[in-house]
């Protein structure tokens, strides 16, 4: 049932983290602490308007905004004829590889279905949220768009057709980001990538993310931190990332899980158990990063079990 | 503590499909209705002996013989002034990728070990029993000697050192396999798998592995008939397998979640869920395979819950 009278909703559009060590292209997780506010309103105009964007500088025109195309593939499926205008209040940085573009993709579409009263399930959500990835970045992938639309850790079988496995998320699981100012263009981390690997090391891989999906059933932290280990990507794509072996054995030192890439970068991520080992992380990570001349920001969040949040009905 | 009045027991050795599709390496399940009886003994005099072997032509010298092997291994962490009689009752054929090896060296090592009073846990009893397999095929793998011995699904997740998980085996999930009678040598079909893959393959294949996992977990059958797929290893073996196609298909339209290559073949396993589906997967292979000229055996087998499994205190 669309819900008539409700006619806006002030949502928490969660920041999220892909790939996951040995999980490239697969993995994907929910972040609690980090993310943009939006507000998304009903209007008589159909079509989707982006009236303001708050902390960064992006395009308003619907058509070249994540948000807009997500929103308007979502209409298209839905009801042309209706109308929504979206406010964001940008804190995740484009370009940083924690999922800004996914964020305000899914908020859109998370806020929208909220407002009509949920006509879609959360997992139909999800190609629509794609639709703005494929305007940001070129191609509709959900590693970032189903962890911030269905929370906790996500798997990503196949994207044609989709098939998005929900994953169960141990409560203590906390992340440590660090992410550095500088520009990794996706083009330059795709670039660096070989386009054919070892059997050898591709069965370690497999064999880690059976084991890591394994250890978020069991709650088995110390089986999750031994998967958490990348020999294909990490090597390759850790080049771009100033002091990235520094601050991965820094991180292990501190009490890490795990450490690796967030998404194409130039973000790097830890996992820890609970928020105390998350915070020495985090401490470690600046102490990396501190003695250099790149600006950089450090966050630390717990793994989110939900997507995006609902904070507040609009009248 | 040892159990100084058991003096031998009488076992089931299971068989075990290694591989399992995306698994390639990594996964093996234990079969229930096929598997080796073995009786094991105490003896005054130290070492192992195998009195005798029943079925197959194999060596008696423990040195020369899988069980003896991996007999001889655990004596020599626990106690080589202990000694034993095995007696063994062959019925899974060596070659025929279904674990012959792996039954002899599990049962072995599981019931030397409930004889002692269990001083070993199961996971202990795995590095033992892979001694048989280095002697088999040259390499210590234990991808069917961990569910041999541990029952279910197993993954190894790494061997050096050993990290198995036990992961969990939804109750209707039945196996069929057919054994065509004609000899596939591992080294064959280690030669003819390809060092190097794409990493898009790849990407789709532990996409596919952590997909798997979860669907064991979530008793989700529709999710791991989905993740039953090998691009890389099937397509490269399979051509050692006269009518794998054509099996394949006919599993697929019998109602199987799924087939594939049981280790390195030649046989081929199909799994579906039920016996009703597992039978009439069974009639499916048998009417490709009574075509042809090839003699063959089919077995219809529940996963087996539980490893080696003690049938009979001996006095």
Redesign the interface.
């Known amino acids: 049932m669309e819900k008539v009278n409700l006619q806006g909703v002030r949502l928490f559009a969660p920041a999220s983290i892909a790939n996951i060590s040995?999980?490239?292209?697969?993995?994907g997780l929910c972040l609690e602490n980090i993310g943009d506010y939006m507000e998304i309103r009903r209007s008589e105009k159909a079509g989707i308007r982006i009236t303001s964007i708050k902390g960064q500088d992006l395009p308003l025109e619907a058509e070249n905004n994540v948000a807009g195309v997500a929103g308007l593939a979502m209409l298209k499926a839905y009801n042309a004829k209706l109308g929504f205008d979206i406010n964001i209040e940008k804190n995740i940085k484009p370009g940083s590889g924690i999922g800004s573009s996914a964020a305000s993709a899914a908020g859109t579409v998370a806020g929208m279905n909220y407002l009509l009263g949920n006509p879609f399930t959360p997992e139909e959500l999800i190609p629509f949220a794609m639709e703005g990835e494929r305007l940001a970045c070129g191609s509709a992938h959900a590693d970032n768009v189903a962890p911030a639309i269905l929370g906790g850790f996500t798997?990503?079988?196949?994207t044609n057709p989709l098939?998005v496995?929900k994953?169960p998320t141990p409560l203590e699981l906390t992340a440590t980001v660090i992410h550095p100012k500088i520009e990794v263009k996706t083009a330059d981390a795709r670039a660096v990538?070989?386009?054919?690997?070892?059997?050898?090391t591709?069965?370690?891989?497999?064999?880690?993310?059976?084991?890591?999906?394994?250890s978020l059933?069991e709650e088995d932290y110390a089986?999750l931190s031994?998967?958490l280990v990348d020999e294909?990507v990490e090597p390759a794509r850790s080049i771009l990332i100033p002091k990235f072996t520094q601050l991965k054995k820094a991180c292990a030192k501190a009490g890490a899980l795990g450490s690796g890439i967030s998404g194409s970068g130039p973000s790097v991520f830890a996992l820890s158990r609970g928020m105390t080992d998350a915070n020495k992380v985090a401490q470690a990570m600046y102490d990396v990063y501190s003695k250099t001349e790149i600006p950089f920001e450090i966050h630390v969040s717990p793994v989110k079990q939900t997507g995006v949040s609902f904070l507040e009905d609009l009248s």
Chains 1, 2 share one sequence.
């Open positions: 040995c999980g490239f292209d697969v993995l798997l990503v079988r196949d098939d496995v994953l990538l070989k386009k054919r690997v070892s059997l050898e591709a069965i370690k891989q497999w064999a880690n993310v059976g084991a890591l999906v394994a059933y089986l031994r998967s294909i």
